[in-house]
């Protein structure tokens, strides 16, 4: 008789577990962003290699410098390079997206063209010397498992300072 009662417990935390599964209460995985240089070239000409597979991107190199950025109304100073990022096919509701990346959390990020929010958003990430990595972490909503991001500017890369020379 005890057995049988463990193969019910058994079988119905089974039907339990695979309804969980099928009526989709986990988080989903989705494909991975595309992520492709700004085309105002912020942080100037650099070298680019993105491993989507990895969600790594690869700046700069041996001889290549970042540029130093003046600032303006919504990015403070200092050694940026611009990004533009491209949500995955999976995302429907890009109001929900929110990004954190050097302590700060930031949302409302897609663009309006033409009363349409667009698929992808611009990202600024301030570099240094001492700090070449900057991890990001996208949410694309409640129900997609959230995906962390690494920027890496790559050794033998140099940083300018406001005139121009290398830091």
Do not use: H
Not at 57 to 77: H, P
């Amino acid at each position: 008789m005890q057995n049988n009662g463990m193969r019910k417990k058994f079988l119905c935390l089974l039907l339990i577990f695979s309804t969980l599964i099928l009526s989709g209460c986990f988080a989903k995985e989705i494909s991975s962003a595309e992520i492709l240089r700004d085309e105002a070239k912020v942080g100037g000409s650099l070298s680019f290699v993105y491993n989507q597979k990895d969600r790594c991107v690869y700046i700069g190199g041996e001889g290549e410098f970042v540029e130093f950025y003046k600032g303006d109304l919504s990015l403070s100073e200092g050694n940026r390079v611009g990004l533009k990022v491209i949500a995955p096919n999976e995302v429907e509701d890009y109001g929900k997206v929110t990004v954190e990346m050097s302590g700060e959390s930031y949302s409302d990020l897609f663009q309006v063209v033409s009363g349409q929010k667009q698929n992808y958003f611009y990202i600024y990430p301030a570099f240094s010397e001492e700090n070449r990595e900057v991890k990001m972490k996208i949410n694309w909503a409640d129900d997609i498992e959230s995906q962390e991001y690494k920027i890496i500017i790559l050794s033998g890369t140099k940083f300018l300072n406001i005139n121009g020379e290398v830091i």
